[in-house]
Every structure is written in C-alpha cells, then in structure tokens.
C-alpha cells in the first residue's frame, strides 16, 4: 500500500487550474485519486489500531468554504484526514496531509477546551518535568523535534507568572506534534511503515496528556 505519483500529479495540477471549469472536467481522475488515498488512509489505521483504538476516521473534503476568505481558490489541492482516539481515557487525535511540497503528519490537541486547556497549563504550572523528557527522548526528538506546535498567547495567561520557567508550555493554546514530509518520502514503498512507526512515537505523549486530562492535580481520576 502506497501513495501513488499520479495522486501527487493530480494535486500539482490541481494547484495551478484551481477553478470549477478544470475540476468538472477532471473529477474522474479525481475520484480515482479519492479511491486510492482512502486504502491508504485506512490501512494508516489499520497499523494504528495494533496500539491504538480508533473511534472515528474522517476523509476531508476537497472542497473549500469561502465564504469568510480571502482566498477565492474553490478546492483545496491535498488530501487530509485524522483519526480520533477512543474512550474518555484516550485523548488527542491523529492526522496526516498529502500535498506536493507541503506533506506533514501530526498529532496532538489542536484547539482544547477552555476547561482542558486551563487543566493543561496548571499541570505545567506545578511541573513540566514529564513533558519536558517526552519532548528530549531522542525517539521522539528524532522525528517531532523537542518543541511543540499550536497557537500560544504573546504573554502569560490571565492568573500565571510570566516569569514562570515553564510559560513556554503555558502559554500555548494548542499541543501539536508535527513531522514534516518530503514529496520523496510519501511516494516511497514504505511510507505506510513510516507512518506507522512516526504515529506509534507519539504515544508517551498521548499518554501523558490523556492522564492529565482525566485527573485531578492530586492525581485522582476524574472519569465515572
């Protein structure tokens, strides 16, 4: 199971005829594109499913809401799609996009609540130190880097020292986990074990963070 060039093709071509005349005339190749990143999507949870549970796989559509845009373009020239994790003890979701020079892979909590975002920081607050090995372990360093992505604040949230060792952590508002992708590595055979070993990296951090949000800062389970 692989990404295939045609599908890469596509999405290039796409790119430079973004316009509803050029689609219509090619929405048969583009629903042959659709038909082979859907296997590769879920054989992608298929291997995530041999350490994970999966509730939910959603296949973003190709095209584009633009109303409130500033970019007129009607179709969005990737395919994109995440997997959530199931069960109230499980947090945090997976995704994967496959755009020509614009790839990545990622996971993590894009946009938490305002009680699981405010849940997060004070776990940072008291201590970040568990964080903070998840993101030096050189497995996950090798492929994530030791920083994590997502929107974050100028300065320290209403009620937090911004002089706070761990305001770097704090102050996000998202905690994302990204890997970038080279066009050569998505077409290689084995991008479909690269994935699966990329996603499987990140499961310290799934665990840490599902911990936190289902406990207390005394450590007590907050689920019934």
Known sequence: MRIQKSTLQFLKDLKKNNNREWFHTHKDAFKVEQTLVKEFYAAVQSNLNKHDEIDRFKLYRIYRDVRFSKDKTPYQPHFAGSYSRNGKQRRGGYYLRIRPGESFLAGGFWEPNKEDLF??????????????AILNAKKFNNVFGNTLQGAELKSAPRGFDKNHPNIDLIKKKGFVAVKPLTDQEVLAPDFINKVAVYFKTLRPFFDLMSDILTTNLNGESLID
């Open 119 to 132: 849940r997060i920081r004070k776990e940072f607050e008291m201590d970040a130190s568990e964080m903070r």
